[in-house]
């Protein structure tokens, strides 16, 4: 007897046809005394479409203003009510015995932050009784519910955090995330071809590569994965093979040696904010992005540079998610503060637990990208990542030529 819990895309589950193919999938699958859930997110573009209609009725206003995040978390919770309750439909079609349940009956708790909320604490005693008496049950993701009971979101990409908190709750032997991908490449294949896909990677590599703009998983599910050691394992809805799977420590030791570098990113949901002429005094860091960090807002590539050292004046550069840009400038206007800032940029990344240890390999991006005659705005490190901000329109090139620099026989 297994617990698994499953997750599926809104790839995965846009049509009917879809969705029913997901229910067989996992009914075919299913073993004799195997207790499954699943997890789904929305069908296709609904909450794309969901977004739209906001637009379209708050007209010239901006739906990332904080007076809007309550309501635009009721509206677009429900994208996910309509593919649990189809795929509970489809499970009984088959004969199967199915449950669906909203986040909150589910029982999961978030904090109070609307439009990128965090999970508190899951009480999965409902989930327990249905998976005893029989059931599959199909989760929400990407949602919960505050202790007052008003709905949140966890942001994009939350359905995976959902399935992984999930099979924490659950000691779930394992969390499988099926996606239109059939594992996690050494880059974007859109971009570069020859990306290599890989049969394995660590918790912490994968972090960074989420984190960094991969886009394969959200960077919350792989923290919970670590924190839980729950092993997760990304592969295709579409065929039965293999994908990739995320964990504490590589099985196969000679993959891990193949290859300094695992993965090169392309951010290119960022901006560029200078706060200029920034009074150069103790304690200024702190006022501004303390102030940032309450409406949080996550900062990245932190640059100071002196203005002019006479006047005492510095300019503060750093990047930003573009959804934080609206609350980002009426931060730093009530900062008092002038800023610019620059969308046209994007953040490459190479990500590996190999660079520890193995000098050079900065100098081999930097080298890649002066080859390639593409300039570098901000630079920021990590043990095992080194970031470079790009003009967007050179994003996909930077790419293309870091990869061929660190993966040449691909």
Same mark, same amino acid.
Request: hydrophobic residues 40%.
């Given at each position: ?5 499953? =997750? ?64 635009? $978390? ?10 649990? &309750? ?5 499970? #009984?079609?088959?004969?199967? =015995? ?56 966890? *942001? ?91 964990? !504490? ?5 000679? !993959? ?65 998610? #573009?959804?934080?840009? &609206?609350?980002?400038? !009426?931060?730093?206007?009530?900062? *008092? ?22 000098? *050079?390999? &900065?100098?081999?991006?930097?080298? &890649? ?24 329109? #050179?994003?996909? $090139?930077?790419? #293309? ?10």
């Amino acid at each position: 007897m297994t617990l698994i819990v499953k =997750k599926f895309g809104g790839s995965s589950v846009a049509t009917p046809e879809k969705i029913l193919n997901v229910a067989k999938r996992v009914v075919n699958e299913k073993k004799p005394g195997d207790k499954v859930v699943v997890v789904v997110s929305a069908m296709g573009d609904t909450t794309d479409d969901l977004i739209s209609l906001a637009k379209d009725v708050v007209g010239n206003s901006d739906i990332n203003d904080k007076m809007y995040s309550r309501e635009m $978390d009721m509206l677009l919770a429900t994208g996910e009510q309509v593919s649990i &309750a189809l795929l509970a439909m489809a499970f #009984k079609v088959l004969g199967q =015995k199915s449950m669906s349940m909203t986040g909150w009956q589910a029982g999961i708790t978030t904090n109070e932050m609307h439009n990128k909320a965090k999970i508190k604490d899951i009480n999965p005693e409902r989930v327990f009784k249905e998976l005893e008496e029989g059931s599959v049950v199909i989760i929400a993701g990407f949602q919960g519910n505050t202790d007052d009971g008003d709905i949140t979101t966890l *942001g994009r990409g939350g359905s995976d955090t959902t399935a992984v908190a999930i099979a924490a709750a659950l000691n779930a032997e394992v969390c499988e995330i099926y996606t239109d991908v059939d594992g996690i490449y050494t880059t974007d294949p859109r971009i570069v071809k020859d990306a290599r896909r890989m049969k394995e990677i660590t918790y912490n590599e994968m972090l960074e590569l989420a984190r960094l703009g991969a886009g394969v998983m959200h960077p919350r599910s792989v923290e919970l994965g670590k924190h839980y050691g729950i092993p997760i394992h990304v592969r295709s809805t579409f065929t039965s093979d293999n994908g990739t799977i995320i964990g !504490e420590e590589y099985t196969n030791t000679m !993959e891990e040696k193949e290859f300094v570098i695992r993965g090169v990113t392309n951010d290119m949901n960022v901006a560029k904010v200078a706060a200029l002429g920034v009074p150069d005094k103790p304690g200024i860091a702190f006022k501004i992005f303390s102030a940032l960090a309450s409406k949080f807002i996550d900062v990245d590539m932190i640059i100071q540079s002196v203005r002019n050292p006479d006047e005492h004046m510095i300019d503060m550069v750093f990047t930003i998610k #573009k959804e934080d840009i &609206a609350q980002t400038k !009426e931060t730093l206007q009530d900062l *008092g503060l002038n800023m610019s800032i620059d969308e046209n940029v994007s953040k490459v990344s190479v990500v590996g637990v190999g660079m520890l240890g193995s000098p *050079g390999i &900065a100098a081999t991006v930097f080298g &890649a990208l002066a080859d390639a005659d593409i300039n570098i705005e901000a630079i920021s490190t990590s043990e095992i990542s080194i970031s470079c901000l790009v003009s967007a329109d #050179k994003a996909k $090139d930077a790419v #293309k030529v870091i990869h061929d620099k660190f993966f040449p026989n691909n």
